[in-house]
């Protein structure tokens, strides 16, 4: 799975050469955005603004302010027509079915970016297992080396003669 040295090769690597072989950090935000097409930025562009309360809010507005002129002005004030409300509403809805395939590509591509920025996650989860896999390593290689000195401990205390039972007790 990873390129650690296990227990059986021997001594593990160290902190210096894992950094070496370690590489780069990826930036998938600013990979994903220099491949965009200037109409893939229109785009997401677009989407951002129309998916936003203050476009909403614009477009309501200004459909209450027209209604409302046309509506209750004097008739020489009014700018529209009787038929201009038909126009209207045929304008609008020509908006919306252009509107609707334009967010869907916007919503394509953020879901695009959000799908790099998974990999990337998981490609630092997996540098993150690497590195508990050579503590872990490390840790078991101290091991080693300790219960090695343990025993060599406790046969110098036999050519001593002390009897550990009795030290211990002693405490």
Do not use: C
Request: proline share 5%.
């Amino acid at each position: 799975m990873s390129s650690v040295a296990t227990p059986t090769l021997g001594k593990p690597i160290t902190l210096h050469e894992y950094r070496q072989r370690k590489g780069k950090q990826r930036d998938p935000h600013r990979e994903v955005l220099e491949n965009l097409t200037p109409l893939t930025k229109l785009a997401i562009w677009i989407t951002e603004r129309v998916g936003t309360m203050g476009f909403f809010l614009a477009i309501l507005a200004w459909t209450g302010f027209w209604l409302g002129w046309n509506f209750l002005a004097p008739e020489r004030m009014r700018f529209d027509p009787p038929m201009g409300f038909i126009f209207y509403l045929f304008i609008s809805n020509v908006i919306q079915i252009l509107l609707m395939p334009l967010i869907m590509v916007g919503q394509n591509i953020q879901g695009a970016h959000s799908e790099a920025r998974a990999e990337h996650d998981l490609a630092i989860n997996v540098k993150a297992e690497e590195e508990i896999e050579i503590v872990l390593h490390h840790l078991e290689h101290q091991n080693q080396h300790l219960e090695h000195q343990n025993e060599l401990l406790m046969q110098m205390v036999e050519k001593l003669g002390i009897n550990i039972q009795e030290s211990l007790a002693k405490r």
